[in-house]
């Protein structure tokens, strides 16, 4: 993997980064594809739509089909035929959402399958090994994040269990028991590895960590442990700390967030890496986004409505039917609701990254910031 800066403009960043499987403009927002699928889509649809990175994730993928059935067919490209880049979640924050049923040691997380309660255990080296079998271009680091809420204390020894942890994910990256994909078409090497800062809402946890993970030879640095329950001034506040402290010269990750104006606001920070299951959670609930604010598609106000969704947006759901139809569609559970909403959000959320790709490379991000926030607080 490379990455280039290609423009600046404020503290906004314009770049690209190459893999094995194509050039990824930044910033860029990535569809999650939890089990190799972004929900509602299929493979050609999400092409359609135009991203160059998808997101899977290690501790579903892990737990159905099993990385010995991926690695047998191909890995995660071949198995969903997929031509483009992906990048896989270590199963960390999974694990975290599982508090009930996991305890964490220092070799690494005990946990029970939420599927059938089988038991399981995940290393930073198991991690390595089956994100590595998946075929994936880029890999994170295995992380323990801590929750909204944990005293100071709680949060500095997780935050330096999370530091050993990703010294041991690099010694698995290149040690010799990790092997490549291989079948009769491919063989994919290790993949490239991205650490992650954590740290809670303290600044000087969040330096510190940046300080160590920035200080091993990772390919990327995230910024992991937020929007995980925090008022939205705390996590802000954090984000707009840590961000400026991340290496310049390889891709900031910001994880899991979030809303449109949380992308333009890690954009603003600094952050070139997104990924959000909203857009596609929020379609099939049926809150839309649009260039004026969201539509709860569900309210009665549309059910006459012969207007396109939105008229500033160019996608095929804008493009060929009404509202009046996506409401029908909606009420009625029809699946083809999924669909269409999916293909909008996903669509309004990858235009944006677009639109400020182009603002910060024409030195108009701050103008392209302002106009948007103006017209998203609007009545649709």
Known sequence: MTFRLLNTDGAARRGEITTAHGTVQTPVFMPVGTLGSVKSLTTEQLAGLGPEIILNNTYHLMLRPGVDLLEQLGGVHRFMNWDRAVLSDSGGFQLFSLSKIRKVREDGVEFRSHIDGSKHFLSPERSIEIQTRMGVDIAMAFDEC????????????????????????????GGQAILPVRTDRIVCPPPDLFGIVQGGIH?????????????????????????????????????????????????????GVGTPEDLLEGVAAGIDMFDCVMPTRNARNGSLFTSVGKVAIKNAQYAADEGPLDPACGCMTCRTVSRAYLRHLYVNGEIAASVYNTIHNLSFYLDLMKGMRQAIASNSFKHFREAFLSRSTREP
């Open 203 to 255: 600044p000087d946890l969040r330096k510190r960590s940046v300080e160590a993970i920035a200080a091993l030879p990772f390919e990327g640095v995230a910024i992991g442990g937020l929007s995980v329950g925090e008022p939205k001034g705390e996590m802000l506040d954090t984000l707009r700390y840590t961000a400026p402290l991340l290496p310049a010269d390889r891709p900031r990750y910001l994880m």
């Open 146 to 173: 801590p929750g909204y809420g944990w005293s100071r204390d709680e949060v500095e020894r997780s935050m330096e269990l999370t530091h050993r942890w990703a010294k041991r994910c690099l010694e698995a990256r």
